[in-house]
T-cell receptor, first 117, second 112 residues
Framework: DTAVSQTPKYLVTQMGNDKSIKCEQN?????MYWYKQDSKKFLKIMFS???????INETVPNRFSPKSPDKAHLNLHINSLELGDSAVYFC????????????????FGEGSRLTVL | QQQVKQSPQSLIVQKGGISIINCAYE??????FPWYQQFPGKGPALLIA???DVSEKKEGRFTISFNKSAKQFSLHIMDSQPGDSATYFC???????????WGLGTSLAVNP
């Protein structure tokens, strides 16, 4: 069984369109993330949610809007797509762990490759 | 203070050789240092991690060496195999904000 699953795996769309990527985890984790990986492989955190609450919101255009209907799901909606949005978007999850103890283990999905034409 | 600097950007090693990837950090509050391995078309996966109270951690062919005073840590892959060819990321994190700060990655190619 896939632990963190994202759909779609590939997405090709025109500039200006709106698209969504869905993510689900079956690990029972309480924290979920969206990362963007550019063509140079740089991993940039975009958002994190803990128990459906937004925890991390990096400097991301407000065209990007995450939504967490429950702690097992974190979707990413992107409005008015631009060429620079082309990247691989990764969903990840983790367990918050003991208070005051960094754990850091993230479980990533296989990524959603977005191409904006 | 948030940066993690990783080198080299790319590395080519012969089968059976030792692969060494280095990272340096600035934030002395970091208390967790993981290494992630990413194969093409896949998401990163945790490979090995260390906390600053130890200077070395070994898991099979993979070893992390940690130098707290120099604020550096490195990944050593012994007896490198073609199956180790992947991109490797180091990172640092503090217990306080639990936000991983990533290095830029090292693309490792192990020639048969």
């Amino acid at each position: 069984d896939t632990a963190v699953s994202q759909t779609p795996k590939y997405l090709v769309t025109q500039m200006g369109n709106d698209k969504s990527i869905k993510c689900e985890q079956n690990l029972g984790h309480d924290t979920m993330y969206w990362y963007k990986q550019d063509s140079k492989k740089f991993l940039k955190i975009m958002f994190s949610y803990n128990n459906k609450e937004l925890i991390i919101n990096e400097t991301v255009p407000n065209r990007f809007s995450p939504k967490s209907p429950d702690k097992a799901h974190l979707n990413l909606h992107i409005n008015s797509l631009e060429l620079g949005d082309s990247a691989v978007y990764f969903c990840a999850s983790s367990h918050e762990g003991l208070a005051g103890v960094a754990s850091g283990e993230l479980f990533f999905g296989e990524g959603s490759r977005l191409t904006v034409l | 203070q948030q940066q993690v600097k990783q080198s080299p950007q790319s590395l080519i090693v012969q089968k059976g050789g030792i692969s060494i990837i280095n990272c340096a950090y600035e934030n002395t509050a970091f208390d967790y240092f993981p290494w992630y391995q990413q194969f093409p078309g896949k998401g990163p996966a945790l490979l090995i991690a260390i906390r600053p109270d130890v200077s070395e951690k070994k898991e099979g062919r993979f070893t992390i060496s940690f130098n707290k005073s120099a604020k550096q840590f490195s990944l050593h892959i012994m007896d490198s195999q073609p199956g180790d060819s992947a991109t490797y990321f180091c990172a640092g994190e503090t217990s306080r904000n639990r936000k991983l700060i990533w290095g830029l990655g090292t693309s490792l190619a192990v020639n048969p």
